[in-house]
């Protein structure tokens, strides 16, 4: 970890401004005409599909951490090494045991939203891709500690250039739900490696509870108030896509449209 001089705080957080406000500006684009694009080449039921395994994915994502990350980041004295290994370790014992939760559950939620074998590849492929998301956190926290804002949003416009390009262009083939499958796989692998380029840290395992004890006071609170959010934008289509729709539509498509 780098010690950040006090002169430098000014000048690294107004071009954090100006790199964050780019980022949200470009993703908002890539989105915008990307999805424009699927709703030509996809079927609501198919984004309905998607819609609804993605919000089970975040809903399953807030038992994976608890706050440690966001605890280092606000952290007044410096970071170890063995701090960074430690949260590493507890984060990963969290995120492999949901992704063994989620993964045993495949057959209740295909059942749960009568998805078809596509549909059910989807949702296995995003809980792989949330294990892979995990391994990027200790490069974000270093990258946020130091003021790096304009390598952060590097991987981030990335990951969403190479999702929605490889899914328009998959679902203009015919490909399906298949499309979001290699999407989010792809994008989320070409962050990571981005992340471990423009961020490298000395990964490793460690078990050292006293030095993250006194974080969990601020960790903990923390990770709780994103409960907010998530009962705002991920139990609704949970739920909803459950049951059928007007007209007689499935569940995933009365989401889809």
Same mark, same amino acid.
């Given at each position: 970890m780098e010690e950040i001089e006090i002169e430098n705080v000014a000048k690294r957080s107004i071009r954090g401004i100006v790199a964050l406000v780019y980022r949200t500006f470009t993703i908002q684009i890539i989105g915008l005409v990307a999805n424009f694009l699927l709703t030509v080449f996809l079927s609501p039921s198919i984004f309905g599909i998607f819609f609804v395994v993605s919000a089970a994915i975040a809903f399953l994502s807030y038992f994976s951490d608890i706050g440690l990350a966001a605890a280092l980041i606000q952290k007044k004295e410096a970071i170890t090494d063995e701090e960074l290994r430690t949260t590493f370790t507890i984060q990963q014992i969290l995120v492999v045991s949901v992704v063994v939760v989620a993964l045993f559950l495949s057959g209740f939620v295909k059942s749960f939203y009568r998805l078809d074998d596509q549909g059910i590849l989807l949702f296995?492929? +995003? $809980? $792989?891709?949330?294990?892979?998301?995990?391994?990027?956190? !200790? &490069?974000? !926290? !270093?990258?946020?500690? %130091? +003021?790096?804002?304009?390598?952060?949003?590097? &991987?981030?416009?990335?990951? %969403?250039?190479?999702? @929605?390009?490889?899914?328009? $262009?998959?679902?203009?083939?015919?490909? =399906?739900?298949?499309?979001?499958? @290699? =999407?989010?796989?792809? =994008?989320? +692998?070409?962050t990571l490696i981005l992340f471990f380029i423009l961020s490298p840290w000395a990964w490793g395992f460690a078990w050292s509870l006293p030095k993250l004890r006194p974080m969990f006071s601020f960790g903990v609170p923390f990770q709780m108030a994103g409960w907010v959010g998530i009962l705002n934008g991920a139990v609704v289509p949970i739920f909803v896509g459950r049951f059928p729709g007007p007209g007689g539509w499935s569940g995933p498509q009365a989401v889809g449209f």
């Open positions: 296995q492929a +995003l $809980v $792989v891709s949330f294990f892979l998301s995990s391994l990027k956190t !200790i &490069p974000s !926290i !270093i990258l946020e500690r %130091n +003021l790096r804002f304009e390598k952060l949003v590097i &991987p981030q416009i990335v990951e %969403n250039l190479f999702f @929605y390009v490889i899914a328009v $262009v998959l679902a203009a083939k015919g490909f =399906g739900v298949a499309s979001f499958v @290699y =999407g989010v796989f792809i =994008g989320k +692998l070409s």
